[in-house]
């Protein structure tokens, strides 16, 4: 959903998941930095963060990407 530009049908994927990963994660932040939503991205990283998930290189590019289309 998230490639074709769909935030709200990835998000809602991606809140009905029974476990999250840090591949999840990074997914998820990937879609909205990609779709121009840096603050929301920003936002769901804190989140990882709070739920004690260690981000990769991709995390942090994905991230930084959504700073960037902010």
């Not at 994927?13 to 909205?32: C, E, G, L």
Request: with cysteine.
């Amino acid at each position: 959903y998230g490639k074709c530009g769909n935030v709200d049908d990835a998000r809602s994927v991606f809140a009905k998941m029974p476990q999250r990963d840090a591949v999840s994660w990074t997914a998820i932040i990937a879609v909205y930095s990609q779709n121009g939503h840096g603050r929301e991205a920003l936002e769901l990283f804190k989140q990882m963060l709070l739920e004690g998930l260690s981000p990769d290189k991709v995390t942090f590019i994905s991230v930084l990407s959504g700073c960037s289309h902010a």
